[in-house]
Structure formats: structure tokens, C-alpha cells
């Protein structure tokens, strides 16, 4: 086990030099996997194959590397918009090609197993940034009618390799959270049951005893923040049918990370997760663990929030009342969906004590005035620009007309929401509603919170998010 330690943090410390920086942007798209792919093509330690073409026509591939007798197989981004695991893929190749000091490791893996991998399994999906392909199927709910190609293509891919064990790899939604831990399921594993009953087969077993391993070893990188997936038997899911097939099989799932919305610190775990996973089948050193480590892992919970404001005064029919506000953040696609803007919504109001925010602000003796709208409409996003932000702060103002102008984006080029054509627009305390409000100590400004985005009174800027256009 020591040993193993000391291998998952040389990758740690080596991953620099094996991360592709072509995949940056966690919303690349086939056209930025597939120059990758054609390259693994010229070098002999890879056999790379069309495995078949997704509805819309664009090529899935197979890649495999090693001579072993134990089979793996490695199949990602099902879901279009989970692209996490995909770039581990490309950072793993970088790894098996560079030339390094783990040349022995790689000899002695090709040696005794044949890895198998599929990345970006919904290349149509991940096109649009979305979940589903581009028949609306979720490809995980269609492992036994096989109606979408990708579907079709996972399935014969692993009916030919017949694998040992086999990685399903998935992001899941940042609420999720390490029990009632208040940290957030950064990873979280599952052994895919295979009937109702969820009866433990020896396959089965297996993928919890690597399951096991596999948290004593990430513990030491994301302690607290592993979990196990919720194990209901799902008849129609993939893991599970091929579970049933007696392959072992192992979800992984990457999560929330604090200040990671790209996710790239997962993204390096995902790659030392794989290694050390490949190693140990390779060893066989998953055998000596235990189920039961798998079996007390945290389930995922839902109780993460983007933001939580804590302990806010507001004023209301002239009665006085204390609550939290839970604030989440949806991603909404722009620029052919190479990129996003935020819409923030009012998750929940009141005592949010068994919540944790990604984000938190601690608004004891803070009052709360809902946004307004300024007045004065303005005629240029120029002009706008002209005015102090602080003094229409001051003012509470969160929301300023724009008249004869039309901006085609839904997001604000400013630190204020726009709102266009003169249309009625009234702020409220509300589940669901955009969070436009003003925090003020007594009678001075001390926060803004515009489109859920908190805007300091001595910075005045904005790190991250925007505001919105309303019209
Ligand atoms: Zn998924």
C-alpha cells in the first residue's frame, strides 16, 4: 500500500507534463478530440479503430494499447455534457507516450493487460453541451433496445473485448455532497448492481474491493470527498447490464470542487485514479481488500449549494425576520456552446443549516432591500459605463433601462442587469427568482448581489459570473 501511496503521488506531482493543453475548455468538441486521436494512429504502442459513427455521422473510435491477458475497458462522456473523464483519457495517452521513469510500470502493465478506450461516447451529445444524443436518448437508459448507433457501438465494442473489468465514466451534479459531511462528492464510485436484489457476484465483489483500494489511495488527495453513488439497480443502464454480463464493473463519477468550475483538478484525479485502478488489476492487488470499505463510503446526499448568504435581516409587512438564501448558478450556452453564461436562481430561503455553499457569506446585522430599477433610461452601453456603479449602489439599484438599443446576448456587458425595450420588471424574494438584492449595514451599502453574484462595496468588480439583459 505504501508503495502504491508513493506511485499515485509521483503521478500527482508529474501530471504537468502529461496534461493535454489542447483540451482546455471543458466544452471542446469532437473536432478538438479527433486531431488527437489521428495522432495516436502514427504511433505503434496504440491500435486505433473506428468502432462506428454516431447518428450524425461523426466517427467513434476504439483505442487499445498492451498485450495482456486481463482486458479493461474504458468508455467516457456518454453524456455529452460530462467531458471530465474524456480529457483524463487524452492526459493518459500523453502519459503511456511520453518517454519518463515509469517505464518499467508501462512494461509490466502492456504486459498484462490490453486497455481498451472509448472517449466522448456522445460525440452529437457533446456537440450541444448537452446530456442526451441527438435523438433525445439517454444513452444510459438505452442498454438493452441498443435504438441510438452510440448505444449500439458501447455495446458490441464491449461484447468484443469481453473485458475484466470495465470504467464507466460520468460527471454528476455539483450538489451533491459526502453524506451530511458538508463537503462535496468530488468523486464518487460505484459496483452497478445487476438485479434488484443487488446480489453480490464475484465480479461484482471485485470492483468493490478495487473500489476500496481506490479510496484508501485518493483519500490521500480528496480526503472526505469521495462517495458512494446511489446503488439502486437500474435495468436499463449500462454498468448494470454489463455487471450482469460478469465483467467488474466501476462508475466513476466526477463532481463539484471548490473554486473548479472547469473541473481540471478532478480531471487529474480521474487520471490518478485510472493509473493506479490499471496497476492494480494488473497486480492483482485489489484481491486483498475489503468490501466493506466500499460498503461505509458517504452516499451522496444533495445538500451542496453554488452560494449560501447566511443569517440575512429582512423587513417585510413591518415584521422583522432572519433567514439563509441558497443560490445556484445554471450554465446556460453560448457561442455554438463553446462557452456559457450564468443564470443564477434562488434555490431556497429560510434555516439552510444542513446546506454547505461552495460559496459563503456570513450576513449577521446585514439587511436585505430587494433591487430597483434606476429611472433614468440610458441610450448606450457607453453611456453607462460613464456613470459610478457606487452611487447607483448606494441607491439600490441593480437594474438599469437601456432604450433604443438592441443587444442580441442574454448576458450584461456591465456590472448591472439591462433591461431592454421598457419592459415592466419587479425583483422578489423568491424561490426560483433571479437574486437581485442590496445587503446594507444600517444604512450603508455594504453588498450587492446581482444575478446571485456577490459585488463588493470596495471592489466594485466582478471576478466571476454576470449579470443579465431582461427584454
Ligand atoms: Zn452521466
Redesign the pocket.
Known amino acids: 500500500m505504501a508503495q502504491d501511496i508513493q506511485f499515485a503521488w509521483s503521478l500527482y506531482h508529474g501530471y504537468e507534463n502529461y496534461k493535454d493543453k489542447h483540451l482546455s475548455n471543458r466544452r471542446f468538441k469532437y473536432s478538438n478530440i479527433l486531431p488527437l486521436i489521428h495522432h495516436l494512429k502514427n504511433k505503434n504502442i496504440f491500435t486505433v479503430k473506428k468502432a462506428g459513427e454516431s447518428a450524425e455521422g461523426r466517427d467513434i473510435y476504439l483505442i487499445s494499447i498492451g498485450n495482456g491477458d486481463k482486458k479493461i475497458f474504458c468508455w467516457s462522456q ?2 455529452g455534457d ?1 467531458p471530465t473523464a474524456t480529457a483524463a483519457l487524452f492526459d493518459i495517452f500523453n502519459f503511456f507516450l511520453t518517454e519518463n521513469h515509469f517505464t518499467d510500470f508501462k512494461h509490466f502493465l502492456f504486459d498484462n493487460t490490453t486497455i481498451n478506450f472509448m472517449p466522448m461516447v456522445n460525440p452529437d451529445g457533446a456537440e450541444l453541451f448537452q ?1 442526451r444524443n441527438i435523438f433525445e436518448i439517454d444513452l ?1 437508459r438505452d442498454a438493452t433496445q441498443n435504438q441510438s448507433p452510440e448505444a449500439k457501438i458501447l455495446y458490441s465494442a464491449f461484447n468484443e473485448i469481453k473485458p475484466d473489468f470495465g470504467f464507466n465514466l ?3 451534479d455539483r450538489a451533491y455532497s459526502a453524506g451530511l459531511s458538508g463537503k462535496s462528492a468530488a468523486i464518487s464510485f460505484l459496483a452497478p448492481p445487476f438485479d434488484y436484489a443487488k446480489t453480490l457476484s464475484e465480479s461484482r465483489t471485485n470492483s468493490m474491493k478495487l473500489i476500496s483500494e481506490q479510496y484508501n489511495l485518493l483519500s490521500d488527495f480528496i480526503p472526505g470527498h469521495i462517495t458512494k453513488y446511489q446503488d439502486d439497480y437500474e435495468p436499463r443502464a449500462f454498468g448494470d447490464n454489463f455487471t450482469k454480463s460478469g465483467s467488474s464493473i466501476v462508475l466513476i ?1 466526477s463532481g463539484g470542487w471548490r473554486d473548479d468550475r472547469e473541473k481540471e483538478f478532478l480531471r487529474k484525479i480521474n487520471f490518478i485514479s485510472l493509473l493506479t485502478s490499471f496497476k492494480s488489476i494488473a497486480e492483482e492487488s485489489y484481491l486483498t481488500e475489503k468490501i466493506e470499505t466500499y460498503q461505509s463510503l458517504p452516499n451522496n446526499e444533495k445538500l451542496m449549494m453554488d452560494f449560501i448568504i447566511r443569517h440575512i435581516t429582512v423587513r417585510k409587512f413591518q415584521t422583522k425576520y432572519i433567514v439563509d438564501i441558497g443560490i445556484n448558478y445554471e450554465e446556460v450556452n453560448i457561442n455554438k456552446n463553446y462557452s456559457f453564461y450564468y443564470k443564477a436562481k434562488i434555490e431556497d430561503i429560510g434555516d439552510l443549516s444542513v446546506y454547505s455553499g461552495y460559496k459563503e457569506l456570513d450576513a449577521t446585522g446585514l439587511t436585505l432591500i430587494i433591487g430597483k430599477t434606476y429611472e433614468t433610461e440610458f441610450n448606450s452601453v457607453n453611456e453607462i459605463k460613464s456613470v459610478d456603479p457606487s452611487s447607483l449602489l448606494q441607491k439600490g439599484i441593480t437594474n438599469l433601462k437601456l432604450s433604443n438599443v438592441d443587444i442580441e446576448n442574454n448576458y450584461s456587458p456591465v456590472l448591472f442587469n439591462i433591461i431592454l425595450n421598457n419592459i415592466e420588471r419587479k425583483e422578489e424574494l423568491k424561490e426560483e427568482a433571479v437574486p437581485n438584492f442590496i445587503l446594507c449595514d444600517g444604512r450603508k451599502f455594504k453588498y450587492a448581489i446581482i444575478n446571485g453574484f456577490l459585488i463588493k462595496a470596495n471592489t466594485m468588480g466582478r471576478k466571476e459570473g454576470n449579470a443579465l439583459i431582461f427584454k
Open positions: 456518454m453524456h460530462e446530456r444510459n460520468h460527471d454528476q463519477e
